[in-house]
């Protein structure tokens, strides 16, 4: 039971470069998340995909953009990598939209980001 | 809008105590209620939910939360805690109404000790 993985799990890169984070899920999933996860501040969240085809910004997109790829996958993406980056990120998937009360998150196992 | 308050950053427990991870709650209508759970260099682990009917939710591990509307809060909690309880716990929000993501706590250090 794969659930959701990520890859890279862990990355360094130098301020400016760029990276894409990727995640996919195999439980026939519709809707796609990217969080970060900082010490003191919990999990935020940065980008959604309620369903294929769309994306939504969440508390903290600046900087990072998205792509759901298909149904399975989502990516995310860094174009000029910032220190202010530096962080866990973590992909989750849910059933349904969190429009409805079966939208517990599955989370992937993070990927640990470090920008000098 | 909506929050999601977990007061205390750690709490500690001897094994065989009760414990209790305190979460209250904002939302500008009724709400969906969560916990979660992570342990070291994992991602988070779904725990239980509130959506409606018994105050009182079961969930893995022998946890159980209490959904208290008149105080907001949804309390985290287990007759007698493991060592292996010892991880860090979050408390999840989300408006029953319109369209609105899961809002996550801070998060809560639990340690048990031997």
């Known amino acids: 039971n794969a659930g959701v993985t990520q890859t890279p799990k862990f990355q360094v890169l130098k301020t400016g470069q760029s990276m894409t984070l990727q995640c996919a899920q195999d439980?026939?999933?519709?809707?796609m998340y990217w969080y970060r996860q900082d010490p003191g501040m919990g999990l935020r969240l940065i980008y959604y995909s309620a369903s294929e085809g769309t994306t939504d910004k969440g508390e903290v997109p600046n900087g990072y953009n998205v792509s759901r790829l298909n149904k399975r996958e989502f990516s995310l993406r860094l174009e000029s990598a910032a220190p202010s980056q530096t962080s866990v990120y973590f992909c989750a998937s849910s059933r349904t939209p969190s429009t409805g009360p079966l939208g517990e998150l599955f989370f992937g196992e993070g990927s640990r980001l470090t920008v000098l | 809008a909506q929050s999601v308050a977990q007061p205390e950053d750690q709490v500690n427990v001897a094994e065989g105590n009760p414990l209790t991870v305190k979460c209250t709650y904002s939302?500008?209508?009724?709400?969906?209620l969560f916990w979660y759970v992570q342990y070291p260099n994992r991602g988070l682990q779904f725990l239980l939910k509130y959506i409606t009917g018994d105050n009182l939710v079961k969930g893995s591990y022998g946890f159980e939360a209490e959904f208290n509307k008149s105080q907001t809060s949804f309390h985290l909690k287990k007759p007698s805690a493991l060592v292996s309880d010892s991880a860090l716990y979050f408390c999840a929000v989300r408006d029953r109404e319109g369209y609105s993501t899961l809002t996550f706590g801070k998060g809560t250090m639990l340690l048990v000790s031997p």
């Open positions: 939302v500008s209508g009724n709400p969906y």
């Open positions: 439980m026939n999933h519709n809707s």
